[in-house]
């Protein structure tokens, strides 16, 4: 059985060519879910045309934000949403095409006796195409080192493509995370599974972005390291 109330979370910094395309290829695949899309005024005018759209479309909502906050506290945004809206799942995908939305299916399909189905570059049948080698020793090595010191049962730990259930979110203080970058995959990870959390992975092609630009720094790569360090303390709250 499909999950009944589902909220597709798309955060947002100029994806503006992107978030056009993306919205009906998403609605292609999943037509009975809403989507929320978390932006952070974007120069672009990503904001104002999901403003512009969401007139004459119901399922689309928008939260904006005054400025370039973080991807770690867009996504925690999207997911205090789905809980104060009662959503049953909430996914949550890239808005530039890396992640296929013809996967959404595949994920939906193994909610049933999972709480986060994640899907996964680094499980057969999953991969990578477009990168250089550097990304791949990168990408690598950040699911190593989190998979081992946070003990996660998941080979794909950086990713942001997963579905949750919304009932174990609720369960999360999401004003006590640590991350405001992309740790926060790693970090909602760990702490789902001191919830109890049962993960599932279902395997899906990256692809590089389609169009506009990465907005991923080297700086952040050092701070999600000390971050999960810190969680790996047990000085994470
Ligand atoms: N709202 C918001 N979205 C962000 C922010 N940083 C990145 N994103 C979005 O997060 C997703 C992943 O970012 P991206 O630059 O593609 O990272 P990469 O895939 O690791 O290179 C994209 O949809 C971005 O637009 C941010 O500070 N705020
Ligand atoms: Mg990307």
């Given at each position: 059985m499909p999950p009944d109330t589902i909220l597709i979370a798309l955060c947002t910094y100029n994806e503006r060519d992107n978030i056009a395309a993306l919205l009906p290829e998403i609605w292609q695949h999943v037509p009975e879910a809403d989507i929320l899309v978390v932006d952070d005024n974007s120069p672009d005018g990503t904001g104002t045309l999901v403003a512009e759209w969401m007139t004459r479309e119901p399922r689309l909502r928008l939260l904006s934000r005054p400025g370039k906050l973080g991807l770690g506290t867009a996504t925690l945004a999207a997911f205090q949403y789905a809980v104060d809206n009662g959503y049953a799942w909430v996914c949550n995908l890239d808005a530039d095409f890396s992640h296929p939305p013809a996967t959404l299916p595949d994920l939906l399909a193994q909610t049933p006796g999972h709480d986060v189905v994640l899907a996964s570059r680094y499980v057969p049948g999953g991969g990578v195409v477009g990168w250089p080698w550097y990304r791949h020793a990168m990408s690598q090595s950040i699911n190593f080192y989190a998979r081992t010191l946070l003990r996660?049962?998941?080979?794909?730990?950086?990713?942001?493509f997963r579905a949750y259930r919304v009932a174990l979110l609720r369960q999360l203080d999401l004003r006590q995370f640590l991350s405001t970058g992309y740790s926060v995959l790693e970090e909602l990870l760990y702490r789902l599974r001191r919830k109890g959390a049962r993960f599932c992975e279902v395997p899906y092609i990256y692809a590089e972005r389609r169009y506009g630009d990465s907005k991923i720094r080297l700086s952040e790569g050092f701070r999600a390291g000390l971050i999960i360090l810190r969680l790996a303390l047990g000085l994470g709250g």
């Open positions: 996660l049962p998941v080979r794909d730990c950086s990713g942001s």
